[in-house]
């Protein structure tokens, strides 16, 4: 027998033995290698739910610099009360208790109404 | 148009996430493909890789925390890399965490030549699987199997621990010779050096008609 054959056959022999020895694998093992790999694959979703999460405070930043774009580039108003404005409503916006407000939209939409009523009557 | 409108737009896949539910569903979806093309993979190689960390180590626990640690490493680091990579990957990651646990042992064995009267931890704690009773008497030419293994691993347990990794990953993951050399993290000439080494030896210990 060449020595190349001989390889082969000792390879042959030792994988058809390793090949054995695995699909033998008690319970008690099998059990932990799934616990193991549950533990790996938490890692992967748990990571991604992260790196979602580092994201979002660079989003909300975003979406408040394109709101003061927004509200600082409208209106006839000169460049100061437009500044003013801007802060002023940024400050509204931010402030989460303004946030009642906008429930009470109606009321001051029917208000605005009344008012020139009011003072002229 | 409203000014929302063009928000998703802009934002991406956070916006979509946001202002659309039908969208989160398509942003998550890849996490989602990723996690079970990584739970395949895994599911297809930790019964091997155990077994191959078995022979290494001499230790279910020790085999069983490698091929942990391995799989840890592999889903945190590498799991958003092409998945024809991972196997090369997670042998590499798992020969190091072997030789971890080899290097750790060392250590250990000379802190206890020094201090013979102290005794380690886990040899205290003892075996909680010694008061099993084996199982049934196996039949004969099971009886040959394992014992052909055993000397196997005998004989793979003296290998120089390059010879040995190399004779694994070739002969029991069935990996060609450039995948040896990634996972090995070596030349492909070594890997062909180390594995005629270690087919030569084991020829050696194991005798002709093994």
């Given at each position: 027998m060449s020595d190349q054959s001989e390889h082969d056959d000792l390879e042959r022999k030792a994988r058809t033995l390793f090949e054995d020895s695995v699909e033998r694998l008690d319970a008690h093992t099998r059990s932990k290698l799934t616990q193991a790999r549950n533990r790996a694959l938490d890692e992967v979703k748990q990571g991604a739910t992260r790196r979602r999460w580092i994201w979002a405070p660079a989003g909300g930043l975003a979406f408040a610099a394109i709101v003061a774009v927004v509200i600082g580039s409208g209106g006839l108003r000169s460049a100061g009360e437009a500044d003013a404005v801007a802060l002023e409503d940024i400050d509204i916006v931010a402030d989460s208790e303004s946030f009642e407000m906008l429930e009470d939209v109606e009321f001051y939409t029917w208000l605005q109404d009344v008012a020139p009523d009011r003072h002229s009557g | 148009m409203p000014a929302s409108a063009s928000l998703p737009a802009f934002f991406g896949p956070l916006a979509t996430s946001r202002w659309d539910d039908g969208a989160r569903t398509s942003v998550e979806e890849p996490i989602l493909e990723q996690a079970r093309a990584l739970d395949r993979f895994l599911a297809s190689i930790e019964k091997r890789a155990f077994r191959m960390a078995r022979i290494a180590l001499r230790h279910d626990d020790d085999a069983l925390d490698s091929v942990q640690d391995a799989m840890l490493q592999l889903a945190r680091r590498?799991?958003?890399?092409?998945?024809?990579?991972?196997r090369p990957l997670f042998y590499r990651i798992l020969q190091n965490r072997i030789r971890d646990c080899q290097r750790r042992r060392r250590v250990q064995a000379r802190i206890m030549a020094w201090l013979p009267g102290l005794k380690l931890q886990d040899d205290a704690a003892g075996d909680e699987y010694a008061a099993v009773p084996d199982r049934a008497p196996l039949p004969p030419e099971q009886l040959a199997v394992d014992q052909a293994m055993q000397a196997l691993e005998r004989s793979l347990a003296e290998l120089p621990g390059r010879q040995q990794e190399a004779f694994m990953l070739r002969?029991?993951?069935?990996?060609d010779v450039a995948q040896t050399a990634a996972a090995m993290g070596c030349s492909e000439g070594s890997v062909k050096t180390h594995y005629s080494r270690a087919v030569h030896t084991l020829r050696e210990q194991l005798g002709v008609a093994w």
């Open positions: - | 590498y799991g958003r890399r092409p998945s024809e990579e991972w002969a029991f993951e069935g990996m």
